[in-house]
């Protein structure tokens, strides 16, 4: 989920949604940790880890995934590129 805020003190709105917006896709399973951040171009860009083929030790392994986010008013939206 997430929060709107009119400002740092609020108030805040909660903006949560039915389904996670950070979620399992093709090769990439139990992604995990996102943090949102503007990149150097000033795009907004999530980058999160997940398990990249299979789940569990070596030779399973986790794989950082950088993606570009954007906020609709439909909440937030991970866009195609990785």
């Known amino acids: 989920g997430y929060a709107q805020c009119a400002g740092p003190l609020g108030p805040c709105l909660d903006r949560s949604q039915a389904a996670p917006w950070v979620a399992s896709e093709q090769r990439f399973v139990g992604p ?16 999160y880890h997940a398990w990249d083929g299979c789940v569990g030790p070596p030779p399973c392994n986790r794989a950082t995934i950088l993606r570009r986010l ?9 866009l195609g590129d990785r």
Not at 70 to 78: K, M, S, W
């Open 70 to 78: 954007a906020f609709t008013e439909a909440g937030p939206r991970i």
């Open 32 to 47: 995990s940790g996102p943090h949102v951040f503007r990149d150097a171009d000033g795009a907004l860009r999530v980058a």
